[in-house]
């Protein structure tokens, strides 16, 4: 299912083929998990989340190890970055999506 562009942001989150595409057309592939936790920091723009609430809202009650979180958002980070999208940490500990 594909959600209309999402200003400020402009990104076209499409959930069948796990694909972010860009104002300007440029599609990024992400695998389920990374598509997972994008689209839960997508929908919490401008706000921003935890790294705890993301973890609750992708894996619900399943423990996770923090590490393959990090890896999760370090991949989603240079995938984003290759389209001018970042995952920034802000100093009250949120995550939140920006546009470069």
Same mark, same amino acid.
């Given at each position: *299912?594909?959600? &209309?562009?999402l200003p400020p942001l402009d990104l076209r989150l499409d959930s069948t083929n796990?694909?972010? $595409?860009?104002?300007?057309?440029? +599609?990024?592939?992400?695998?389920?998990? !990374?598509?997972?936790?994008?689209? $839960?920091?997508?929908?919490?723009? &401008?706000?921003?989340? =935890?790294? $705890?609430?993301?973890?609750?809202?992708?894996?619900? #009650? *399943? @423990?996770?190890?923090?590490?393959?979180? #990090?890896?999760?958002?370090? +991949?989603?980070? +240079?995938?984003?970055?290759?389209?001018?999208? =970042?995952?920034?940490? !802000?100093? #009250?500990?949120?995550?939140?999506? @920006?546009? #470069?």
């Amino acid at each position: *299912m594909t959600k &209309p562009c999402l200003p400020p942001l402009d990104l076209r989150l499409d959930s069948t083929n796990l694909t972010v $595409t860009t104002a300007a057309g440029t +599609r990024v592939v992400f695998t389920r998990k !990374e598509f997972e936790i994008l689209a $839960t920091l997508v929908s919490a723009f &401008p706000k921003g989340l =935890s790294a $705890t609430e993301i973890r609750k809202k992708v894996w619900g #009650d *399943m @423990r996770v190890v923090s590490k393959a979180f #990090d890896v999760h958002l370090f +991949r989603i980070r +240079r995938k984003l970055g290759l389209v001018g999208y =970042s995952v920034h940490y !802000e100093a #009250d500990e949120r995550y939140l999506v @920006r546009k #470069d």
